[in-house]
């Protein structure tokens, strides 16, 4: 069975969107953690912190999801 990793490999060299999520993903990761290199958040830095996190799972969710979409047509076109 293929695991999630070569198929993100795979996305990545033929899926436009995958790479544009997994770019965002990565770029969220590096602000949230340039962030909390603070050690005290001031309450806008709570919120921003929040907001970039919630942003940060939705593209891992919907990378999920494009993953699970990739293995789904690939067992169709196996069963055909």
Known sequence: MVTDEE???QLRTSNQEFRELEE???RLDAELQVLLRNHVLTPEEEV???Q???EKLG???RMAW???Q???NACDMAVS
């Open 70 to 72: 990739y293995r789904n």
């Open 7 to 9: 198929v993100a490999a």
């Open 48 to 50: 921003l912190k929040k």
């Open 52 to 54: 970039l996190q919630k």
């Open 59 to 61: 593209k891992k969710d």
């Open 24 to 26: 965002s993903h990565y």
């Open 66 to 68: 494009v993953v699970r």
